[in-house]
């Protein structure tokens, strides 16, 4: 898709606003109860692992910040900065979600929304997971849409690829499987083919979620 360069700058523009907006103060508290516990399970991977038998949040997150902190330590701005990543992650994927399925404007002001959104930035501080179930629901529920729309099988990859993390981000990933199918179901299908690739990604999703 081509980006003309006043839309680009603007895009550019409200990432680095979102971004301000989330380094500000990002370490000056110290953590709190769940973000000391995200801190204390992505110590040890062998602990995370088999503490997954009676925890109820999936691994995924805690295991990237893992090798996060082996990297960057463990002070409260490098913990809470792998959140801010994926927090300001979101804005681009929303510009191009809503210049694709709307129109470039649309996109700018749906990005600037999230860039300035109070309860995406106070997450996106957090040294917790609620910064990247938005982004991989939505890429998800993109890359569905793309994948009815061309029916392309590397299309149909990414999509089963993106849902699969989303579910080992957080449990509340089941929710946007539900409104996947509603979607699915009552999408006016045109091409022919698509509900046998769609039951084998879904079917791919669900093996992949037994362990948990």
């Excluded at 062998?46 to 997150?61: G, H, V």
């Excluded at 809470?80 to 470039?104: C, E, M, N, Q, T």
């Excluded at 990247?132 to 089963?160: D, E, H, K, Q």
Aim: net charge positive; proline share 3%.
């Amino acid at each position: 898709m081509f980006i003309r360069k006043k839309t680009l700058f603007w895009l550019f523009f409200i990432i680095f606003v979102g971004l301000l907006l989330r380094l500000y103060n990002l370490g000056k508290q110290s953590f709190w109860l769940d973000e000391a516990y995200s801190v204390m399970m992505a110590g040890d991977l062998n602990r995370l692992w088999f503490a997954q038998i009676n925890d109820s949040t999936p691994p995924l997150y805690y295991s990237l910040l893992h090798f996060w902190m082996y990297s960057f330590g463990k002070t409260e701005f490098a913990v809470r900065l792998l959140s801010l990543i994926f927090g300001i992650s979101l804005i681009p994927l929303v510009y191009l979600i809503g210049a694709k399925i709307f129109d470039k404007i649309t996109g700018i002001y749906a990005s600037l929304l999230v860039a300035i959104s109070p309860i995406h930035i106070y997450y996106s501080q957090e040294a917790r997971m609620y910064s990247i179930m938005p982004l991989f629901s939505l890429a998800s529920f993109y890359l569905l849409y793309i994948c009815i729309i061309r029916g392309r099988r590397v299309y149909w990859i990414a999509y089963t690829i993106t849902t699969i993390l989303c579910l080992y981000t957080h449990n509340y990933g089941i929710f946007l499987l539900i409104s996947e199918m509603c979607f699915f179901i009552f999408y006016r299908i045109k091409k022919r083919g698509i509900l046998p690739k769609f039951t084998l990604s879904q079917m791919c999703i669900f093996i992949a979620y037994l362990p948990r």
